[in-house]
């Protein structure tokens, strides 16, 4: 029997040993961060004008420059007068970061009642700005307008979008 509780006994030891012989594993904790930039808010100041067009018997186009102060061209029609190019400005961001600038998804100029006149070309006086809260930056968008030949009187209304977001 005392040979019985030896073997018990050191069996015992020995599954202790394995036991205690277990890997020992170290936990370390690290933080996570993350900065959060202002969102972008861009405001429309003024709407793409091409002005009063007379309208021909070819039709034509009319371009207007996406630049302050720029006025429209025609060929194939009159432009008779006013136009100016759309302004936006970005009005919220943060600080020194880079924001770039997109023109697109322009739709037809329409009336109603007349053939639409197709707008493209769209463009911007810069695809990208620096934003500074202390100094308001204004884009411009300039674009063309094909008139159809013959195309009938009256006001036209289309859109487009301006989209702005951190580079």
Known sequence: MINKMKLALAGAVIATGMVSNAAYAATEQADATVQVLAAVQLSAVTDLNFGVVAASAAGGTVTLGAAS????????VIAISGGAPASFQVTQATTGEVIALSVGNPTPLSNGVGADIALSGLTLSNSSITFNSASLQTVYVGG????NPNQAAGTYTGTFDVTAEYQ
């Open 69 to 76: 102060g720029a006025t429209p061209s025609a060929t194939g």
């Open 144 to 147: 063309t307008i094909s008139l």
